[in-house]
């Protein structure tokens, strides 16, 4: 299947308000679940981006920006995942691996845009100095509105413009490639989630993490909605248990400190 020029021009678009998003981080709505969504929506297959919406993100899940380290971008990850499983007839799955040079190149330009947007620095104090507060403001806008335009264009030249030079090296790919690149895409959410649990993870929560994961591998479900629903069960039982424990720990030193201003042993009692 192809991309149509309409087509093209809403998707980057759509790239250009989540470029601001991320670049501001407002909504989230340029994390993958969302992004591929509305561009499976874009290109008239929704199932298919709420599918590669749910693998990219989880591959995404644990991939946070560290100091001078930046993952791939999650944009241009999640647009392409869709836009090469679509033209190609490809898995999201095999489509996540080949979506990441898109991503990497994103993300090296927004590393360029770091680096060049300094200069701007010197400009908005002068202007702040002078008390030239419109000046002031397009120069803070600017760096947004290059960004915006960035993504745009990117996107637009990705999806659109590469189309048919991608199918052709997608689909001229040896099987044995291809075969690795759809094991590679199913490996990376696990890879992801792993990341998240590196983090979060902490070892009174291992029950709950063990009889999630049995539930999700061994009881034979129609979806995941049952898991989800006893996950969330727990949580609220943990959260009830550890409200009480605050209550009757609240209440102990309230009778400590009630038994301390009454004087407590030396009023011979």
């Known amino acids: 299947m192809t991309v149509t020029l309409v087509q093209g021009i809403s998707i980057a678009l759509f790239a250009l308000i989540a470029g601001i998003d991320f670049w501001l981080e407002g909504f989230y709505i340029f994390r993958p679940m969302i992004v591929c969504t509305v561009t499976g929506f874009l290109l008239g297959d929704l199932r298919l981006g709420i599918i590669a919406g749910g693998l990219t993100e989880l591959a995404f899940a644990g991939l ?90 990117f996107s637009f030249l990705s999806v659109y413009g590469a189309q048919s030079l991608m199918r ?19 490996i990376l959410p696990a890879v992801g989630f792993g990341l998240l649990l590196k983090s979060m993870l902490k070892t009174k929560y291992v029950p709950y993490l063990l009889l999630g994961f049995t539930a999700a591998c061994f009881i034979k479900f129609g979806n995941l909605m049952p898991v989800a629903i006893i996950g969330a069960s727990l949580a609220w039982i943990e959260y009830g248990r550890k409200q009480r424990e605050n209550k009757i ?21």
Do not use: C
């Open 64 to 153: 946070t920006p560290v100091g001078g380290t930046q993952p791939p971008n999650p944009i241009m990850a999640g647009i392409m995942t869709v836009v090469i499983a679509h033209t190609t007839g490809h898995s999201p799955a095999t489509a996540i691996g080949l979506s990441l040079p898109f991503s990497i190149l994103m993300q090296y330009i927004i590393l360029f845009f770091y680096s060049i947007f300094s200069v701007f620095t010197k400009k908005a104090d002068e202007f702040i100095a002078k008390g030239e507060f419109r000046k002031f403001g397009m120069i803070v806008l600017m760096p947004t509105v290059i960004v915006a335009f960035a993504y745009a264009i």
């Open 249 to 269: 720990n609240k209440q102990f030193k309230d009778i400590e400190k009630s038994l301390q201003n009454s004087g407590g042993e030396d009023d011979g009692i």
């Open 168 to 186: 052709t090296l997608v689909n001229s790919m040896p099987g044995w490639l291809s075969h690795g690149f759809t094991i590679a895409g199913g």
